[in-house]
């Protein structure tokens, strides 16, 4: 394929520099306004490509189809429709680190040494950390500078399809159905397809570019849950307490320390492993909350993590006196399932994957993932979305870098997938 590693970093260092960041404490959809700069950018480069029906919605979703390019003597030999394929990447960049001010750097012939970003020089990226970062001796990678993440996830997703819609619409004599583009907004937040209309989208099934290195192809997730332990106490006048107040921040605390600290949590978990993550906890003497992620490749096990982490807090406040009057609660909310349940009723979207990356010479390794993706949701509403790779790592940090090698091997890929041979 014709496609040049500076224009494509280019590219990508181009979208990196818009903050998207999302917020998840905002109850606007999308979360943040700003995520709209780059869906507006991107919206006015598809047109520009020849795409006449790219459009940003209301909610922030953009939206395009690239017409289908058969020859008639193709179409003659095709008696079923050619299935509608959709690719889709999210805008938005994690809440984690900083996505302000992003200054990326292309490292032109890596020479496999220590990086030390220029803004803050404490800041390492070691191969030693980073064991992917020795395949990329003597290619372009590129980093942020130090003081924020750089954005690859998922505008690395955002640009290899970019790149895709470019590169077809540049070479007609590339034998295709029609192909959806799809950018969401708010993925970072779990709310991705919140106001996602599949029906307007029109696809038979697609494929996320949200992954990490070379290869990699993933067609199984977590299944998600949100748990929040509501505990109130009892207040009363400080000078006054004795024998009255029962603290409820003291009540999370003793929670906390009652949970294990060697297992069971993302510190001392990997591969199928599930858990439960406290992310967050608020409150004073009468209210206080603590909110979970809970998370396993089974769904059944949700329920019993759910559980276990019940009885832990029931069993920190009977067997305190001093809590003889604290009430507890707890709320789940369903986030995501794993896609899997689905995927597998769908081997047709595997089979053509794996066929695509043969062709680029490339092993398909196939993963789950130790998250979701907005193909997650997807799947779920109809429309089966295993998650194909980008070259994106150490993502959510200040270390996040990507090869751009990597970035054009997932071009092809793509083109591979919807050409007719």
Partial sequence: MALQTLEVADRFMRYVQIDTQ??????????????????????????????EDAQLDAHGYVMATIPANIPETIMQL??????????????????????????????????????????DASQIISSKDYPYLKSFIGEAIITASGKTLLGGDDKAGVTIIMEMAKYLMENKSIAHGPVKILFTPDEEVGRGTEHLDLKKLGADYGYTLDGGALGSFEMETFSADYLVLHIEGVIAHPGAAKGVMQNAIKVAGEIMAALPKHEWCPEYTEDRMGFIHPNHIEGGTEKARIEFLVRDFDTPKLKEHANRLLEIAQGVIYSNPDFSKVKLRMEITEQYRNMREVIDQHPLIVERAIKAYEKANIKPIITPIRGGTDGSRMSFMGLPTPNIFTGMQAIHSKHEWIGVRDMLKAVEVLVNLVEIN
């Fill in 78 to 119: 095709n008696t079923k429709p050619l299935p509608v394929i959709c690719f889709c990447a999210h805008v938005d960049t994690a809440p984690d680190c900083s996505g302000t001010n992003v200054k990326p750097i292309l490292h032109q012939n890596y020479d496999g040494q220590d990086i030390v970003l220029p803004d």
């Fill in 22 to 51: 999302s917020d998840p404490n905002s109850t606007n959809f999308p979360s943040t306004d700003k995520q709209k700069n780059l869906s507006e950018l991107l919206v006015k480069e598809l047109l520009s490509f020849g795409i």
